[in-house]
């Protein structure tokens, strides 16, 4: 039987990998990496070099496909997510069918933990369950790039014995957020703070958290909201990509 590993890796910081994901890291024989383009090829380096420091006396191989790119034409963004992960779908079962043999491990290094805001183990599921693939898969929990924002920040994400929730830009945007105390947003293309009305809640934002790159700000929004837009905007230019989480809290 073949079996592949989705490890958890953390948010950016190497240090960041717990004992269970140096573990699976050197039981793995071939990493699958996606790559999504130049401008993310910092990512796979990281991931290269995790394995370097990590992996001790164990022989194993990268396989680097090209990670398929999501479509931003007429397709609502869930069919546009869905059309991608069809398609990454393709790309993992290709890989597992020729690169992987029977009694093999496989590898799949996903940023900062498996369950939040990542397809891989969802599109593993998927081929297990259209029957066209056999394998056996384990999912490696790892650090959430929120919770390496709250640690850095010195937070707590909840008030006491509150809700949070974790959204994204897209519906903050949209106002299609509850109405509790505590809310954190990710993958935030268009500055949706912005629209938060009440300049008193308060932002702790961070980007590229726990790398050499990171960058914090936190205040009231009516306070610190231009500093954060401006700091995007020259990261974006800088890096090609920004790569921030928030976490908002209401008065
Ligand atoms: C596709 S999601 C992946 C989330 C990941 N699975 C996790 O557990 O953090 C990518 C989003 O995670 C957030 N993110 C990931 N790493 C980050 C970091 N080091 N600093 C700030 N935000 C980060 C950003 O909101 C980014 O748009």
Redesign the pocket.
Known sequence: MKRLLVI?IG???PDHLTMQAVKALNRVDVFFLMDKGPAKHALVDLRRAICERYIVDHTYRFIEAESPERQHGDLDYTRSVEALNRAKQATFERLIDEELSDGQCGGFL?????????STVRILQAILDSGRCAFEFEVIP????????AARHKVPLNGIGGALEITT?RRLAKAQVGDGASVV?????QDAYRQVSDPDTHIYW??????PD?ILIAGRLGEVADDIERTRKAARQANGW????YLLRKP
Do not use: K, N
Not at 110 to 118: E, F, I, N, Q, T
Not at 185 to 189: C, G, I, K, N, P
Not at 206 to 211: K, Q, R
């Open positions: 958890g948010a950016g910081d996903v940023w900062g933990d498996p369950s939040l805001y990542d790892g650090i959430s790039s929120v919770q390496a924002l830009g947003v990710m993958l935030d293309a961070g980007a590229y958290v726990g790398t990171e920004i790569m921030d989480t």
